[in-house]
């Protein structure tokens, strides 16, 4: 399956974005769908996931409350939707796929297929 994340770009403090991840080659339905993002000079680190039936999500506890997940199988297409943005917030976003047979992981390593990366930069 090919991803290509999108929905990037400037926002100010406090304000929203909605990230997509569009799939194709292949149905969506099939795997568990993470994001992870990575700050300049920093490793990637998980941000938010969803299981391939959308009954399961975890979030990382730095962006508890402000970011949501969800998944449209009929679009082939993960959401991100990010909300009370924070410039620590600031990294290249990349959305992964796991095929559902594997556990729900928030290790990067456990994804099989990644999008090129969407860059948001939260800034005034």
């Known amino acids: 399956v090919q991803l290509q994340a999108s929905g990037g770009g400037l926002v100010q403090p406090g304000g929203s974005l909605r990230l997509s991840c569009a799939a194709s080659?292949?149905?969506?339905?099939?795997?568990?769908v993470g994001w992870f993002r990575q700050a300049p000079g920093k490793e990637r680190e998980f941000v938010q996931l969803?299981?391939?039936?959308?009954?399961?999500?975890a979030f990382a506890d730095s962006v508890k409350g402000r970011f949501t997940i969800s998944r449209d199988d009929v679009k082939n297409t993960v959401y991100l939707q990010m909300n009370s943005l924070k410039p620590e917030d600031t990294a290249v976003y990349y959305c992964?796929?796991?095929?559902?047979?594997?556990?729900?992981?928030?290790?990067?390593?456990?994804?099989?297929?990644w999008g090129q990366g969407t860059l948001v930069t939260v800034s005034s």
């Open positions: 969803i299981s391939w039936s959308g009954r399961s999500t």
């Open positions: 992964a796929a796991q095929y559902w047979r594997g556990s729900l992981s928030q290790t990067a390593a456990s994804y099989d297929y």
């Open positions: 080659g292949r149905t969506i339905r099939n795997y568990h």
